[in-house]
Nanobody, 124 residues
């Protein structure tokens, strides 16, 4: 069971990135997916989640209107589209998964499978 994030990088304020989360060793179709981010010295923050059938999505207030979560179960992938990036979005972004029907949650303790993270740096 493995999750691998990709798509991070250095981007200017106002720019966009699309993060991907690829699953291997299991099918994502029965799993809720969460995206989290962490800045050194701070707790990991849940930014978004999506239910197994995409029927439920949630966003942290700090990212509403700028982040869009999606998934493609046929490809075993999940995505986080990040628009209008701000300097304060700089963090390591992690995807996580938990077997859960329909609903999702942005609480870290909900999830039992984690990727290694991808760095997003927003700077001019």
């Amino acid at each position: 069971v493995q999750l691998v994030e990709s798509g991070g990088g250095l981007v200017q304020p106002g720019g966009s990135l699309r993060l991907s989360c690829a699953a291997s060793g299991f099918s994502l179709s029965s799993f809720a997916i969460g995206w989290f981010r962490q800045v050194p010295g701070k707790e990991r923050e849940g930014v978004s989640c999506i239910g197994s059938s995409s029927g439920d999505t949630k966003y942290a207030d700090s990212v509403k209107g700028r982040f869009t979560i999606s998934r493609d179960n046929a490809k075993n992938l999940a995505y986080l589209q990040i628009n209008s990036l701000k300097v304060e979005d700089t963090a390591v972004y992690y995807c996580a998964a938990v077997r859960l029907d329909y609903w999702c949650w942005t609480m870290e303790k909900t999830y039992n499978h984690w990727g290694q993270g991808t760095q997003v740096t927003v700077s001019s």
